[in-house]
């Protein structure tokens, strides 16, 4: 992903532009946050009141983008880690398997499950498309609710690795 860069556009052309553009923003927030931290300390879990680590929630984020975009928008299977994962554990085994991991195959991970996210965007021909699969255990969300939920998710779990930085030690990032 190209560097940080906030709000590029403060009057996009089309809902869809602002919705993409901002999901992005937040997506670039989430790798900034990475890039001067070693492995150790992308698992570092520092909060008592939390298992949560860096490396757990862009892992999570990973597999969040490929399950939403491709899963339940396109209806295709889950890509590789997720596919060979039981699927009623999939959200924990998405954290856990983090500690196994380093950063660079973290972040990798998350890079491809991003582009194949914005691969599944372009596949829609309007913000009212309709997801292939049902979530929530009702009807399917259309594209519009999907990017807002998307940055919702990326932009909680950015503040939440903000305050992982600032447990570790490590200056916040803007």
């Keep these: 992903m190209p560097a940080r860069?906030?709000?590029?556009?403060?009057?996009?052309?089309?809902?869809?532009?602002?919705?993409?553009?901002?999901?992005?923003?937040?997506?670039?927030?989430?790798?900034?946050?990475?890039?001067?931290?070693?492995?150790d300390e992308i698992h570092e879990r520092p909060l008592a009141a939390t298992d949560l680590s860096i490396g757990r929630i862009v892992k999570h984020l990973a597999f969040t983008e490929d399950r939403w975009f491709r899963h339940k928008l396109l209806g295709s299977e889950l890509p590789e880690p997720w596919r060979s994962v039981d699927p009623t554990t999939a959200h924990d085994w998405s954290f856990r398997s983090a500690d196994l991991d380093n950063r660079s195959t973290i972040l990798d991970l998350y890079d491809t499950a991003c582009r194949r996210s914005r691969e599944a965007v372009d596949a829609c021909s309007s913000m009212d498309t309709l997801a292939v699969l049902p979530s929530f255990g009702k009807r399917p969300v259309n594209l519009r609710w999907l990017l807002a939920h998307m940055i919702d998710e990326t932009s909680r779990h950015s503040g939440h690795i903000d305050l992982l930085r600032d447990a570790l030690g490590r200056p916040p990032v803007r």
């Excluded at 906030?6 to 790798?31: C, H, K, N, Y």
């Design 5 to 39: 860069e906030f709000f590029a556009d403060l009057q996009p052309a089309s809902e869809r532009i602002g919705l993409t553009e901002r999901l992005d923003e937040e997506r670039r927030a989430i790798v900034a946050q990475t890039v001067d931290l070693a492995d």
